[in-house]
T-cell receptor, first 117, second 112 residues
Framework: DAGITQSPRHKVTETGTPVTLRCHQT?????MYWYRQDPGHGLRLIHY???????DKGEVSDGYSVSRSKTEDFLLTLESATSSQTSVYFC????????????????FGPGTRLTVL | SQQGEEDPQALSIQEGENATMNCSYK?????LQWYRQNSGRGLVHLIL?????REKHSGRLRVTLDTSKKSSSLLITASRAADTASYFC????????????FGKGTRLHILP
């Protein structure tokens, strides 16, 4: 999995509780992404980061926030989880080094299965 | 509808046969990528084809790109049981304000 880990791998939580998912890479890739994958919707981009402290919204960012204080780590936070956020969450990385556009091959983590009751 | 739509949604073939799946998109692109996802795993990059390329090969994989029709195809030759997976195309739009978009995937099942 190209040096990408996600934690936790599985989580069950209750509606209204905060949840933080962590993505950690050892590849020194500049770009990091959070996706959610749901049946019938494929993979949808939540947020992405193009450098430390540089983030931007994706297609389905409402209800999610992110932070990237180090190159290696990209955190996804659900401030107050809802049942509609039950999904499988994938982190991805791309663009080794600072001179790339990042819009090339993405390497994916193993995913986090989140269930919100 | 969204950029990068795979067709068919599901495909079952006998082991040893060739599998073809297609991807259509709507806007001009810089490149198109194909990924594979085994059940319960993350996506794995298979091949990237740039807008100025028409065909690319990697082992048993052959990808074509027709920018005039805004479509791409992925051919897997001599399929194996291990090829059972979902296959996704992802398009990198030429408009830099647009993000890379993944399609909903084709589920490929190789029958023994």
């Amino acid at each position: 999995d190209a040096g990408i880990t996600q934690s936790p791998r599985h989580k069950v939580t209750e509606t209204g509780t905060p949840v933080t998912l962590r993505c950690h890479q050892t590849e020194n890739h500049r770009y990091m992404y959070w996706y959610r994958q749901d049946p019938g919707h494929g993979l949808r981009l939540i947020h992405y980061s193009y450098g430390v402290k540089d983030t931007d919204k994706g297609e389905v960012s409402d209800g999610y926030s992110v932070s990237r204080s180090k190159t290696e780590d990209f955190l996804l936070t659900l401030e107050s989880a809802t049942s509609s956020q039950t999904s499988v969450y994938f982190c991805a990385i791309s663009g080794v080094g600072t001179g790339t556009s990042g819009r090339d091959t993405q390497y994916f983590g193993p995913g986090t299965r989140l269930t919100v009751l | 509808s969204q950029q990068g739509e795979e067709d068919p949604q599901a495909l079952s073939i006998q082991e040893g046969e060739n599998a073809t799946m297609n991807c259509s998109y709507k806007t001009s692109i810089n490149n198109l990528q194909w990924y594979r996802q085994n059940s319960g795993r993350g996506l794995v990059h298979l091949i990237l084809i740039r807008s100025n390329e028409r065909e690319k090969h990697s082992g048993r994989l052959r990808v074509t790109l027709d920018t005039s029709k805004k479509s791409s195809s992925l051919l897997i030759t001599a399929s194996r049981a291990a090829d059972t997976a979902s296959y996704f195309c992802a398009t990198d739009p030429m408009n830099r304000d647009d993000k890379i978009i993944f399609g909903k995937g084709t589920r490929l099942h190789i029958l023994p």
